[in-house]
């Protein structure tokens, strides 16, 4: 009910931004890690060229390709975002911007979001947001982050999640994560709000069966991996972070199992693919 609220609030304020439609876009903003092919690496096709069917000009989307191992305001990350975002929109002409984000990738847009003047670039993007779609979004970090850093067996066990010791990975520890809830970013309890939305999709959990066709949506050894890591977690998690971590910021759009087709849960895997219907809700959103 609050997202419905949201979105008649601004057909109210900005008739002009959602009259025609055509200058609105889509972006996919990636997790931690270095990418310079998300679209068929990190989201997969199906995922993107679906819910770019929701737009009028369905030419009106980019995937951002940056290094987000990186501390989250670094040059190479939200800097690197700024500057595909700035391009998109100018290119495009975007007058209307919903993002797609997935796990870290809701803290390097926050971190834009909340730091208007750290970049000459951030306002004009801020302004152009219709909202941010946070799939799965780290925004009070993972206790597995924690154990990364440590040194002890998740170094082996999560390096093709991780990333290793990178900084985006120092970043996400537990207790880094809350002082920069404190102090440099917005969203969170008793911080200002953010100036845009902020929607979070939950994952709650994590499934894997040999026999099972659905735990193989995202693939079928990724998903297990998040399984073995789960053990780790609270019981309501996707492998990788606590649903706590997923509502730190921002506003509670749906759990996993509400919407998802036969009330399947979204391993953290899962939430940047094209499963149990996910991408037609994304798609008709726009």
């Not at 304020?13 to 690496?41: I, L, R, W």
Request: aromatic fraction near 10%; charge should be negative; glycine fraction near 8%.
């Amino acid at each position: 009910m609050i997202r419905k609220a949201c979105v008649l609030a601004a057909l109210l304020c900005s008739p002009a931004v959602f009259a025609a439609h055509s200058g609105t876009g889509v972006a996919f903003v990636h997790g931690t890690g270095k990418q310079t092919n998300a679209y068929n690496d990190y989201w997969q096709p199906t995922m993107v060229n679906t819910v770019r069917q929701g737009l009028v000009n369905q030419s009106n989307y980019v995937v951002i390709n940056c290094d987000f191992e990186q501390y989250m305001w670094d040059s190479r990350a939200a800097g690197c975002l700024a500057s595909q975002l700035t391009s998109f929109i100018n290119s495009k002409n975007i007058t209307d911007l919903v993002v797609i984000t997935h796990s870290n990738g809701g803290n390097v847009m926050r971190w834009i979001m909340s730091n208007p003047t750290w970049d000459s670039r951030y306002p004009n993007i801020i302004s152009k947001i219709r909202w941010v779609n946070a799939l799965a979004p780290s925004s009070a970090g993972t206790p597995l982050a924690d154990a990364v850093i440590s040194g002890n067996v998740f170094e082996s066990a999560l390096g093709w999640l991780l990333g290793y010791k990178s900084d985006a990975v120092r970043m996400q520890q537990v207790s880094w994560m809350a002082y920069y809830n404190q102090n440099n970013l917005n969203g969170t309890s008793g911080r200002p709000a953010l100036p845009k939305g902020f929607w979070n999709v939950v994952g709650t959990d994590v499934e894997t069966a040999v026999w099972d066709g659905d735990s193989y949506c995202g693939g079928y050894s990724l998903n297990v991996g998040l399984e073995v890591t789960q053990a780790w977690l609270n019981s309501c998690s996707d492998g990788f972070l606590e649903c706590s971590s997923q509502r730190a910021a921002g506003n509670l759009w749906f759990y996993d199992t509400d919407r998802m087709a036969g009330d399947e849960p979204l391993s953290h895997n899962q939430s940047r693919r094209a499963c149990f219907g996910l991408q037609n809700i994304l798609r008709d959103d726009l």
